[in-house]
């Protein structure tokens, strides 16, 4: 077998049955969709894989939950086997240009006259093309071979876990060739949406939803999910956060003050209405692989990070 | 606060504002439904509604103008569609050649239908239009629901530099017309721009953008004017913005940002609305909780349980509440489920204390 066929092989067997290796993360807004993919990514380094968690909203989310003023545009350790970074997309645009051309002063001149901030706030798909070109790369990322191009040794990363945009657009960013056919036909970038595409709907890539367990996030998740299906995207798991946990509750009848009572038995009645209704919501999913996060009942800090994570590892 | 606010016939518009899934819409619906009801003819213009909301209101895909909301009267609800707002601008200010020629490029559909600021500048665009009408008595807006709630304000600034911006003018001035020195430097920048630009994306892009931008220039001028005059209209006695909260956290945060800068524009800032606050508990301390846990019966217990969660629960929403520094602020209890009708919209207590 020539070296070449062999390669080929070896990277057939890898995409006929890869683990998932790029975990996408998205929920609508409020959900915790940034928590949560915190949490899934040190639930991964815990277990002791090399994991990087990517931020790509620049919304400064992440850094602060492990107690970090901001993240940086490069891969810096966030904690035990986890790394970090925000990924900007003018900083991809000038990286990119500079890594295929070599050419600085043509990023620079490119800068000087707001074709970055041009390319990178309106060119259709361009933006997400820089943006989920970091997760391809580092996801394929080999041992001393930055692009990925060869088949040799492990990756550097077993895990990468991108805090990606709210529901509402998940689509549309993961299905980054469909934006860029009206507009890039040729060129570079263009090859490289078809390989990001490529990754985003084989068996490596799958998107992880994050609701609460109420109507309308419910409502959001259903949509992206069957919008993604359609896409032809694998959907992992529905983390629903912040359950409310099922208490049992009697009657009472101790001899107290009739008003403290009363009142008493109305906070217990709503939260009893509270947990059906959860229930009642939870039913709609069914049918998805569902993880329930328990409502933590104060901020979120990174010993409550661990403790989702630890959750995770045991789900 | 809305009270005082309905009462003064002077009130034309009313902007709910605030970061997204804190119930602007339902606030926005229910002050409008209020409005009707007091016999103002007025109209609701949302964004992006919950499906049942949009249900109650009569709303459907195809609503971008007002229509009457069923049973109720004086009250009439649209939906914003920016692109089809976006559309209309430039058939407005183009000959239908060049309008073609915008309406038809790729960048143009980007711009109308995913740049960032777009809706918050066709909302602007829809609410002096309305305005213009002379039709209603009170406009009440559902801003959008921007990433930060900032971005309502900042958006119009950016759209407008962008299409003003170096880059346009130099895709817009033939490289002979006078007016641009252009210095040795400067143009061998120039052609390292267009060769790197074609060598990344194909030099169809080029092509696609400055036909863009030349067509774009001629409906601009207009269309930035339109926006500097909504954006006094805002800051005009007769307007009045409500920033939309929750006792969590971020969206505090987000509500604090937006009161200073508000403020910090001379923007007229009625109040802030924090919804879903905890309702009144049973009134007995936690130590007081504690103290009776010791004689209860086991349901009773668990119940003191609950209570004193219940009330750790609001004292932390009180803390957060109590920081906003505002003229006026009205808490709305939970619900406990979703509103999705009228009478739902009619339930909201708008007329509580204020502070």
């Known amino acids: 077998m020539t070296a070449r066929a062999q390669k080929c092989n070896r990277y057939y067997a890898v995409s006929m049955n890869p683990a998932p290796r790029l975990h996408v993360v998205t929920g609508k807004g409020g959900t915790g969709k940034t928590t949560l993919a915190a949490a899934l990514a040190l639930s991964f380094a815990q277990a002791g894989a090399e994991t990087l968690l990517l931020e790509v909203e620049g919304r400064a989310g992440l850094a602060p939950l492990f107690g970090r003023g901001d993240l940086p545009y490069q891969e810096v350790e966030i904690a035990k086997n986890l790394w970090g970074m925000s990924v900007d997309p003018r900083e991809a645009l000038l990286e990119y240009i500079e890594m295929y051309y070599k050419a600085g002063a043509a990023g620079r001149a490119l800068a000087k006259f707001g074709v970055i901030d041009f390319a990178t706030t309106i060119a259709p798909g361009l933006r997400d093309v820089l943006l989920t070109g970091k997760a391809y790369e580092a996801t394929r990322r080999r041992p001393g071979n930055k692009s990925g191009s060869t088949f040799e040794g492990p990756w550097v990363y077993d895990a990468v876990v991108m805090d990606a945009p709210p529901t509402g657009r998940i689509g549309k960013f993961l299905d980054i060739n469909a934006q860029l056919a009206s507009l890039a036909k040729v060129g570079p970038i263009r090859k490289q949406a078809e390989s990001i595409s490529e990754l985003m709907h084989s068996g490596m890539t799958t998107v992880h939803m994050v609701t609460l367990p109420e109507e309308m996030p419910i409502q959001e998740s259903l949509e992206a999910i069957t919008e993604l299906r359609g896409l032809g995207i694998q959907v992992g798991h529905v983390f629903v956060n912040q359950m409310q946990e099922e208490k049992e509750f009697g009657t009472f009848s101790d001899p107290i003050d009739s008003t403290v009572a009363t009142a008493l038995r109305t906070e217990v009645d709503r939260y009893r209405k509270r947990v059906t209704r959860q229930q009642e919501q939870l039913k709609l999913l069914k049918d998805f692989d569902v993880i329930e996060i328990a409502h933590m009942g104060e901020e979120i800090s990174f010993e409550i990070l661990e403790f989702i994570a630890t959750g995770l590892r045991e789900a | 606060m809305i009270r005082e606010l309905l009462n003064d016939p002077e009130t034309r518009v009313i902007l709910c504002c605030g970061s997204g899934g804190v119930g602007k819409t339902t606030t926005a619906a229910a002050i409008a439904l209020k409005a009707a009801e007091q016999g103002r003819k007025t109209v609701v213009l949302t964004i992006d509604p919950a499906r049942r909301l949009a249900q109650a209101l009569g709303l459907n895909e195809l609503s971008f103008e007002p229509h009457a909301v069923k049973d109720v009267s004086n009250l009439y609800a649209m939906q914003l569609d920016m692109k089809r707002t976006f559309d209309e601008i430039v058939l407005a200010h183009a000959d239908a050649k060049r309008a073609r020629t915008i309406l ?252």
């Open chain 2, 104 to 355: 038809e490029n790729p960048f143009y559909k980007s711009l109308s239908s995913s740049f960032a600021g777009t809706q918050e500048y066709m909302a602007m665009e829809k609410l002096g239009q309305l305005l213009a009408s002379n039709e209603w008595d009170l406009i009440v807006v559902d801003t959008p629901p921007s990433r930060s709630a900032l971005d309502f304000l900042d958006a119009p600034a950016r759209l407008g530099s962008f299409l003003d911006g170096r880059l346009i003018k130099f895709l817009t001035t033939p490289a002979k017309a006078g007016g641009w020195a252009l210095t040795r430097i400067l143009n061998s920048g120039i052609q390292l721009f267009a060769s790197t630009v074609s060598k990344i994306l194909g030099g169809e892009f080029l092509a696609d953008i400055s036909a863009f931008v030349a067509a774009l220039d001629s409906v601009f001028g207009g269309f930035r004017k339109r926006a500097d005059e909504t954006y006094k209209l805002l800051k005009a006695p007769g307007s009045a913005f409500i920033v939309v909260a929750i006792p969590e956290r971020d969206p505090i945060r987000e509500a604090e940002f937006f009161i200073e800068r508000l403020i910090s524009e001379g923007m007229p800032l009625a109040g802030v609305i924090v919804n879903r606050v905890s309702p009144t508990l049973a009134p007995l301390t936690i130590a007081a909780s504690k103290e009776l846990s010791k004689s209860a019966s086991p349901e009773l217990a668990a119940a003191l349980e609950l209570h004193m969660e219940n009330l750790r629960v609001k004292s932390n929403e009180d803390r957060l509440i109590k920081a906003i520094k505002c003229p006026a602020l009205l808490r709305i209890e939970d619900a406990g489920a979703d509103i999705s009708d009228l009478a739902g919209l009619r339930s909201i207590n708008l007329s509580g204390n204020s502070l």
